[in-house]
């Protein structure tokens, strides 16, 4: 063992005497892995610690001054975090808003430039219960830690935008500050209102202490036939066109689109903004302020891909199957290739619909639904609890299609676009439910749901569902190389790839899989010896300055992870 790894070293030491740079890459023979630097639970309201609080949702990291924003809705919190030590996190702040003047914060981001004020930007629900607009706040950066939580413009702090800002982003240049908001459909005293899902864009003067000003975008002009219908042949999905309630009434296009998560090209010319539930990506142009294209992400067949689709078939049982799934991706992050060219990572968690208060869902489990099949073996599986008859699939997509086709919910992945030609040129297939299985085979498509239930008794429970259900991604650079972090939120596993060099697209290659936390106990006890990891992960951040760090946030354990990367031989265990 030692005799071969100076081998190894050896050789390394010629590579790098004749071939110079081109040895460095393998001079560490290993692979990207997460290293554990910090774990912090954040308090609630009242300053306690209780498992499931959510007090840790969306974060904003400024590189400036280490300190890290992190929102909580349910809480409505702000913490402002300290990370000039990253083994040492220290809460510098915490602002309680007042959720009946204020609303609830939806999502914090942050912008430094040159010649623009260090602003702090925080959106917020709507608390009229018939428009539902939603505002935004500016404030300033923290400078300091004796600093307070203070308005941009203290005598109208307020932005209006649309309905349920879910989340926003600034233009690297902290010129404009693009919001989509989600307007979710809702039944208020009993009557159903589906509010228009718009984007604000908000433009900042370069004259300082200007207003700025705000253009909303709305989708109206797809109400129009001669719109509609391109974008549904495409695949663009509209999948609520009638009030539950009310069959008479007419849900538009508008309404039911869902603007849900904001990643702006490198250029700071165009806002791409997903519509996971119209499994969708629109892009914006930001100069003229119009909806460009919309661009439908597809579905992918799982005929020669592996799944594991039930939770009644003893633990993990990963096969090929018939049926094919909408990518309908969540979270979004542009990274530049080759030549500048803008490159775009979605990860594809799936989204099924229910509207709390009416009859409504846009999915059933297989079994339940009245299939015209004439795969006699697909047909036998839609029925089988231990096959595909307990996987949600779509109630509404595949049934104008003969034989009839049935569509789980989410890609179980994540892909790669190139934004010049729209094209998906990498997606990975079923490597995520492959890879936890044969690292994290106890929690694989786990859930964090009941507290009282430890990580392996919730086990398989998101199989019948999107499986590993990734819903974030953060990209950095580290040793020179382009680094992907995938978030599967509910299982709380964290995988690692690179770009790999020298290859015309880029190429996600498979580094490491983390997982934080133990499993020996329920979710409360872990959470109460603070070993619940990060349940039900919500955003990670990517700091590449200094010593590059991965920052999660995560809802269930309302805690903030802090990850060094390292090059090393992974798993260590392994012969
Ligand atoms: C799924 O993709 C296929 C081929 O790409 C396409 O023909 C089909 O219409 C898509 N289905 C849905 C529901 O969008």
């Known amino acids: 063992m030692a005799y071969f790894a100076m081998r190894l070293l050896h050789i390394s030491t010629m590579h790098v005497r004749f071939m110079g740079m081109v040895a460095l890459v393998g001079v560490a023979y290993g692979v990207v892995v997460l290293k554990e630097a910090s774990y912090l639970r954040l308090p609630n309201r009242n300053g306690q610690y209780v498992v499931n609080s959510r007090t840790a949702r969306e974060s904003a990291y400024d590189d400036a001054r280490s300190y890290l924003y992190v929102v909580g809705r349910d809480t409505a919190m702000l913490h402002i975090i300290s990370l000039a030590d990253p083994a040492n996190p220290q809460e510098v702040y915490t602002h309680n808003f007042d959720v009946a003047a204020d609303g609830r914060p939806l999502d914090v981001e942050l912008c430094r430039a040159a010649g623009v004020t260090p602003t702090l930007a925080v959106t917020f629900d709507g608390q009229d219960s018939v428009a539902f607009e939603g505002h935004l706040v500016l404030y300033n950066l923290f400078e300091s830690s004796s600093d307070t939580l203070t308005p941009l413009n203290p005598t109208d702090p307020r932005i209006t935008v649309g309905a349920h800002p879910d989340n926003m982003k600034f233009t690297s240049d902290c010129r404009r500050l693009v919001v989509s908001n989600e307007g979710e459909p809702r039944v208020v005293e009993g009557t159903f209102y589906d509010p228009e899902g718009t984007v604000s864009v908000v433009t900042f003067s370069t004259t300082p202490g200007a207003i700025p000003t705000v253009t909303t975008i709305d989708f109206r002009k797809f109400d129009e036939q001669s719109e509609l219908v391109p974008i549904l042949d495409k695949g663009v999905r509209y999948w609520l066109r009638r009030d539950p309630n009310d069959p008479s009434n007419i849900i538009q296009f508008s309404q039911n689109v869902e603007p849900e998560y904001v990643a702006i090209s490198p250029s700071n010319g165009f806002a791409y903004i997903t519509l996971q539930e119209n499994n969708a990506i629109a892009r914006i142009d930001l100069e003229n302020s119009v909806i460009t294209s919309l ?55 799936g989204r099924p619909t229910n509207i709390p208060g009416v009859t409504f869902q846009d999915y059933a489990r297989a079994a339940s ?31 104008d299609d003969t034989p009839n086709v049935p569509y789980a919910f989410g890609g179980r992945g994540f892909s790669i676009w190139n934004t010049q ?63 992907l972090v995938i978030g599967s939120g509910r299982n709380g596993m964290l995988f690692v790839y690179t770009l790999q060099p020298n290859v015309n697209n880029p190429t996600p290659e498979f580094q490491s899989v ?28 990517f700091s590449s300055s200094g010593t590059p760090k991965v920052i999660v946030t995560s809802e269930a354990s309302g805690s903030v992870s802090v990850y060094t990367l390292v090059d090393e031989t992974w798993p260590a265990t392994e012969l």
């Open 421 to 483: 030609s729209m094209e998906r040129t990498w997606e990975s297939g079923d490597e995520l439910e492959r890879y936890s299985r044969q690292h994290f085979p106890t929690t694989f498509n786990g859930n964090c749901a009941t507290f009282s239930q430890t990580p392996a008794q919730e086990m398989d429970a998101r199989s019948t569902w999107m499986g590993p259900e990734p819903n974030s991604v953060a990209v950095g650079n580290f040793n020179g190389r382009t680094v």
């Open 369 to 399: 639904l009245n299939w015209n099949i004439d795969d006699a073996t697909l047909g036998s599986e839609l029925t089988n609890s231990a096959e595909l008859g307990r996987l949600y699939v779509s109630n509404v997509d595949g049934f």
């Open 295 to 349: 661009y439908a992400m597809g579905n992918k067949s799982w005929e020669f891909l592996t799944l594991d689709a039930s939770d009644r078939d003893n633990g993990i049982a990963m096969a090929s199957r018939k049926i094919r799934s909408l990518y309908q991706p969540d979270k979004v992050a542009f990274f530049t290739w080759g030549a500048d060219i803008p490159y775009l990572v979605t990860t594809d968690e």
């Open 514 to 541: 983390h997982r934080a936390g133990e499993i020996d106990a329920t979710w409360e006890n872990l959470y109460a010896r603070e070993d619940m990891g990060d349940a039900i992960i919500s955003d990670i951040k």
